[in-house]
């Protein structure tokens, strides 16, 4: 769902989600409400896709140093390959956890909607990453917000293809 087409009530969470205080609370609380919701929908919705509208994946990685599972929920965009994510931590100093894993062990899978799949994950540059980028801020404008705010690093965007 693109931004023009949620609700005021879904612009207004986005647009606030995107600001500091906003960035500060969902990026230590959001996790924590997605994965029951999660589990308690059947891995059909997040809590964040209920109250927002906006496209989160549960994204199952293998720790880059434990070698252990880990699921985060990511806003990711339909793509013909399969998802694309980008890995902007909010506009946070550094990278998330799960770029990291993605790094280390590309192979794993995800639940999104009453879609389980298993996917490679290809980080994806230039024009492919130029289109996505595009397409991700027209879904959330938030991430433009978080491009400024993450200056001094780049915002990697990974393909997660369907294997």
Known sequence: MGYDDANLFQ????RFAASGPGSWFFARVA?????????????????????????????????????KPRSVPVLAMPVDEGLAVIASNYGQEHNPGWYYNLRA????????????????????DGERRAQIWQT????????????????HRHIHVFVLERV
Not at 51 to 64: K, R
Not at 106 to 117: G, L, V
Request: charged share 30%; net charge positive; proline share 5%.
């Open 31 to 67: 996790h924590r409400i997605d994965k029951p919701v999660h589990r308690l929908t059947k891995g059909r919705h997040t809590f964040a896709t209920l109250v927002s509208g906006l496209p989160v994946v549960m994204l199952t990685t293998t720790g880059a140093k434990s070698g």
């Open 136 to 151: 991700a801020v027209k879904i959330y404008p938030g991430f433009n917000v978080y491009e400024k705010r993450a200056a």
């Open 11 to 14: 612009r207004w969470l986005r």
């Open 105 to 124: 062990h590309p192979e794993r899978e995800w639940s999104w909607r009453d879609d389980q799949s298993r996917f490679r994950a290809v980080e994806v």
